[in-house]
Each structure stands twice: as structure tokens, then as C-alpha cells.
């Protein structure tokens, strides 16, 4: 019988712990709020100002002004974080993912195309005007596109975690070391045409 409850016993532990490791997010704390080493506790601590004098100004190339743990140390333990995306005329944020968090995306100007492939391989598609919101669920590929190519378009994107991470399919495929060979024989090409990616991709 007590060699029955010990099994009974380790089996919920197990169980728990794989539970726990397969829902990655961010810890819980035991206070209000966690201040950062040598910050001062006012209104300064909850402030991010980062985002000031991007809204008006001339959208030349894709950007992305980030405003999570690393920018605005406030939000750890917070489970939030925002981004502004801002799309010059026929911009595209890449395909990626956030490992992290899934993402709440709204426009304020412009219009974009949007999509994610859930793990089915099945591509979700939406056009969005002013004022329209989409989800993208967690560790999903997706992008964003602004298809007018005479007009910018700026978006807000909300996370359910301070940080969510960003994986850039391209940059990650392309720009970290991957052998060309392993490139090529998984995108059934060939060598001269991965390395041809490659330097398109160089800054």
C-alpha cells in the first residue's frame, strides 16, 4: 500500500512538473510591483516615454519601437508589453513568431494585410482598416503587410507577457550559420540560391 501511494505520489509530481515546464510564461510575484535595482519609487518608475515623437513623423523604412521588460523595466512580473509598428507604403514585417505571448495587433493608420499558419499549415488572412483588431495566437508564424504603396500605416501590438520574444523567420534561417547545405536540401534548391538569399539579406 505505501509503495502504491509513493508511485500514486511521484505520478503527480510528474505530471505537474510537465505541466508547468509546457506552459512557459512570465513568473508570478509576491508584491505589487518589482522595482529595479537603484530606481526610485514614483511616477517615473511607471513611465515609458519612448514612444514620444514617433506618431506624425515620415515612415521611410519598417520599424518597430519596442516598449517591454527591456525598455521599460516596469512591466517585469506585469505580463504585458506594446509595440508600435510603424509601415512605410509596400512595407512587411517578416514571418515570425513570439515563443512567449500571443499578440493583439490594432491599427491607427493606414490599412494592412495580415496572416498567421497555425500548426495545421492552414494560412488565416484578414485585410485591416482603422480601427480593426487581430489576434495572433502564441508561437504562431505570422506577418503583417502594407499593400498601399503610396500611403504608411502604423499599428499597435499588445503581448500577454513583458517579454515574448521575436523569432525572424528569414534572419533566423539565413543570418545565424546554418550550413548552405542543410539550407538547400531543405528548401529542395540549391547551394548558389541560398547564398544568393543570404546576401540580400546583409545589411
Known sequence: MASFLLKSVLVVVAIFSISSIAQASDPDILSDFVVPVGSAIDGNLFTFNGTRGIFGSVIEKFKVTK???????ALDGQSVSLAVLQFPG?????????PRAAEVLFVIQGSLEVGFVDTANKLYTQTLQVGDLFVFPKGLV???????WNKSATAVSGFGSANSGTVSLPTTLFSTGIDD????????SDIATIQKIKTGLSP
Open 67 to 73: 516598449a517591454s521588460k527591456a525598455e521599460f523595466p
Open 90 to 98: 509596400g512595407g512587411v514585417n517578416p514571418p515570425h513568431t513570439h
Open 142 to 148: 505570422h506577418y503583417q503587410y502594407n499593400s498601399d
Open 181 to 188: 547545405q542543410i539550407l538547400a536540401k531543405s528548401f529542395k
